[in-house]
């Protein structure tokens, strides 16, 4: 779908620059104190070796990327190899002068959601204009130890119009399904809508109305089944030359399938807030968030995030990356079988430092825990090394 979007919206008049194709590979090891957060988790070490290849192609109308992860590792004891995997596909397309297309495509097939969770970008985008924060997966909090694989795939269609210099419109669907091995989880489907209106009223400040409409399907059973609507207002604000600031709030409105013909509603608080700061060698970026959101328990769930994102070039070659995350999965549909509060807490730094233009050595100490109101876990305390190879032209 990604490829069809940018054959149809290429004009051969516009030129094209050349694409860049770049594989990164690094190997690695190190030791965890309970890598899957499970209830009975032990220490073990793992060596590992993880392959990210991507192809970017630009011209004057857009970009479309291709990129992908295959990661291995196999562990001294306990917990046999893991293999993880991610392929996705995105394209932005100008079509004239007032319209641009996005469409993106993902499938992602993993044992240590919990863990991937901690790793993102620090930072945001590091477009021209305001820094946002980044943009986190949410993670599902309820799969922590349920030594079960977890596939989910992705793909979204976003139209954007400019009406004039100061108001835009935006509207797009997305499409999602997650599956689950080993009948620990229920598997699910969700298809979202959303229509924007964006207005210009000064050169620092810009408001947001939002809403958006989705369908959860739990497969195989109407239980849990939901409608959510979920309407915000925002604001986006360049507080200063540096720091910009992004919120939202509104509320979420969800209609459950509780079985025998009967529904629960719930209105609850829906919104989030990011305030970024970036300076010529470094970025912070802070962000939270609360929202109505399917898990694997068999429901719609009360999600609320926090995260932190640091990001500094110490030197030409040294670099320090830190991050954690909050997470809270409340389990609060009136009349569902299962009532359930799931807390993850996170944290990482990277130090990395560049041996020469294509090698780099890391290291990343990280600590993560599950707090569960079903079973006690023990924290993950983690120490890995590596080395990254990066091959291919970069511009």
């Known amino acids: 779908m990604v490829l069809a979007a940018y054959a149809c919206c290429t004009p051969m008049a516009y030129a094209q620059y050349e694409p860049e194709y770049n594989v990164d590979v690094s190997v690695g090891g190190g030791i965890s104190s309970n890598p899957f957060l499970y209830a009975d988790g032990k220490t073990a070490g793992s060596a590992s070796i993880d392959i990210a290849p991507s192809v970017v192609v630009e011209d004057e109308l857009g970009k479309t990327r291709l990129g992908g992860n295959l990661r291995f590792t196999q562990y001294s004891k306990y917990y046999g190899n893991d293999v993880s995997a991610r392929l996705e596909a995105a394209t932005e397309r100008k079509l004239d002068e007032r319209n641009s297309v996005r ?27 305001p820094l946002l924060p980044p943009t986190l997966p949410i993670i599902d909090t309820t799969l922590a130890g349920t030594r079960s694989r977890i596939t989910s795939l992705n793909t979204s269609f976003e139209l954007s119009h400019i009406i004039n210099e100061v108001s835009s419109l935006d509207a797009g669907i997305e499409l999602n399904g997650t599956y689950i091995e080993d009948d620990v989880g229920f598997d699910y489907r969700s298809v979202s809508t959303h229509a924007g209106y964006r207005r210009k009223l000064s050169q620092r400040t810009t408001v947001t109305f939002d809403t958006q409409v989705g369908f959860v399907d739990y497969l195989g059973r109407r239980t849990g089944d939901s409608l959510i609507v979920s309407p915000r207002v925002g604001v986006q604000q360049q507080l200063t030359d540096r720091l910009s600031l992004v919120a939202d709030a509104g509320i979420s409105y969800v209609r459950t399938d509780v079985g025998a ?48 994102n640091y990001d500094a070039r110490l030197s030409r070659v040294d670099r ?76």
């Open 103 to 129: 469409v993106a495509a993902s499938v992602q097939r993993l044992r240590s959601a919990i863990q991937d969770g901690l790793i993102f970008e620090g930072g945001g985008s590091q477009a021209p204009g």
């Open 261 to 308: 013909g009967d529904h629960s509603k719930l209105v609850s608080f829906a919104g989030s807030v990011g305030l970024c700061d970036r300076g010529p060698n470094r970025s912070l970026c802070l962000s939270g968030g609360r929202s109505a959101q399917p898990t694997a328990l068999g429901g719609v769930s009360t999600v609320t995030t926090a995260s932190l």
């Open 320 to 395: 320090l990356s830190l991050a954690a995350r909050y997470g809270r999965t409340n389990q609060d549909g009136a009349g569902l079988p299962v009532v359930r509060v799931t807390d993850f807490i996170g944290a990482s730094a990277t130090y990395s430092r560049d041996l020469n233009d294509r090698l780099a050595f890391t290291v990343t100490p990280s600590y993560s825990k599950i707090f569960d109101d079903t079973q006690p876990r023990s924290a993950n305390y983690a120490l890995m090394v590596g080395l990254t190879i990066r091959l291919g032209k970069r511009r």
